[in-house]
């Protein structure tokens, strides 16, 4: 059974950082893409970033471009999203996801997930 468990979600001022890490179990995703998503209420839910399976390929949304950076540690099945400079409307639930399939690419920000984990709430106070 694939289970994809995120951590590190808080309150934290604006300005501020955090690093919100997904542990994968059930399978490797060594060889999948793997990202994070984020929702707010009554919205639909949205890329935050995405990295491929060697890490060489990133994408990131226009919004975070230059404050958030994505990683992963393939030996421990893990992917992070660092979160510098949190503005209050990073403020969401933060979903790690992962790709079923094994070196799928995806055209830039298209990235389909088939795995999601229950999310981690990101609170950023004004």
């Known amino acids: 059974q694939v289970q994809l468990v995120e951590s590190g979600g808080t309150l934290v001022q604006a300005g501020g950082s955090l690093r919100l890490s997904c542990a994968a179990s059930?399978?490797?995703?060594?060889?999948?893409?793997m990202g994070w998503f984020r929702q707010v209420p009554e919205k639909e839910r949205e890329i935050v970033a995405a990295?491929?399976?060697?890490?060489?390929?990133?994408y990131y949304a226009d919004s975070v471009k230059g404050r958030f950076a994505i990683s992963r540690d393939n030996a421990k099945n893990k992917v992070y999203l660092q979160m510098n400079n949190l503005k209050p409307e990073d403020t969401a639930v933060y979903y790690c996801?992962?790709?079923?399939?094994?070196?799928?690419?995806?055209?830039?920000?298209?990235?389909?997930?088939?795995?999601w984990g229950q999310g981690t709430q990101v609170t950023v106070s004004s």
């Open positions: 990295i491929r399976w060697d890490g060489r390929t990133t």
């Open positions: 059930g399978r490797p995703f060594s060889a999948s893409y």
């Open positions: 996801a992962a790709d079923s399939q094994m070196y799928r690419t995806y055209p830039t920000g298209q990235f389909e997930p088939d795995y």
